[in-house]
Nanobody, 123 residues
Framework: VQLQASGGGLVQAGGSLRLSCAAS????????MGWFRQSAGKELEFVAS????????YYADSVQGRFTISRDNAKNTMFLQMNSLKPEDTAVYYC?????????????????RGQGTLVTVSS
């Protein structure tokens, strides 16, 4: 299984980026998918998740209203549109399959996680 994240880069605060996650080696449409991020010195943080056909999406409070997660099962690809970026969004962003954690309402990575793509937001 491979999850290849791409689309990161350097952007000014207020700008936008679109991340992509190309999946191979798994039946993509059979997995809940999501994005996580990790900034320097901090723990991995949930960003967003999406159900099998994209019918439901979930977001961390910190990105609600600014980020949009989507998927194209025909192309085995997931996306994260990030608008109104802030310096605190700076992190390595990972795509992964996801599962509900033991804490109600929270998500955690499942069995597979990509290598990450760096997003840097300058002030």
């Amino acid at each position: 299984v491979q999850l290849q994240a791409s689309g990161g880069g350097l952007v000014q605060a207020g700008g936008s980026l679109r991340l992509s996650c190309a999946a191979s080696g798994l039946t993509f449409g059979g997995y809940l998918m999501g994005w996580f991020r990790q900034s320097a010195g901090k723990e991995l943080e949930f960003v967003a998740s999406i159900t099998w056909t994209g019918g439901s999406t979930y977001y961390a409070d910190s990105v609600q209203g600014r980020f949009t997660i989507s998927r194209d099962n025909a192309k085995n690809t997931m996306f994260l549109q990030m608008n109104s970026l802030k310096p605190e969004d700076t992190a390595v962003y990972y795509c992964a399959d996801v599962k509900m954690s033991s804490t109600v309402g929270e998500w955690e990575p499942g069995n597979y996680r990509g290598q990450g793509t760096l997003v840097t937001v300058s002030s």
